[in-house]
């Protein structure tokens, strides 16, 4: 079995940053690509940001240069720095991570994370 656990999340001003965290334990062989999604009230859930095992990486248009996502190999750990952050930004942001276990290759959720933008 794999468990996420996502942190990080809160309120903050607009142009302000946040760091979201997610880590994954469990019988963890290796983790191939991690991603980090937001769903918005009456929105459907969309990618944010995405990392593969290479470290190369994908953004959503409306997030780049602002957000940047990395991970720690050794830690089993993907972050997400978000900066200038807007009212628009605010969602539950979930990590979503490809991993190869002893039950297979699977795709696992967090429990997601609330990130609110307010004055």
């Known amino acids: 079995q794999v468990q996420l656990v996502e942190s990080g999340g809160g309120l903050v001003q607009p142009g302000g940053s946040l760091r979201l965290s997610c880590g994954a334990s469990?019988?963890?062989?290796?983790?191939?690509?991690m991603a980090w999604y937001r769903q918005a009230p009456g929105n459907k859930r969309e990618l944010v940001a995405g990392i593969d095992d290479g470290g190369r990486t994908n953004y959503a248009d409306s997030v780049k240069d602002r957000f940047t996502i990395s991970r720690d190999n050794a830690k089993n750990t993907m972050y997400l720095q978000m900066n200038s952050l807007k009212p628009e930004d605010t969602a539950v942001y979930y990590c979503n991570v490809e991993v190869k276990a002893t039950i297979g290759v699977r795709r696992y959720w967090g429990q997601g994370t609330q990130v609110t933008v307010s004055s």
């Open positions: 469990g019988s963890i062989f290796s983790i191939y690509t």
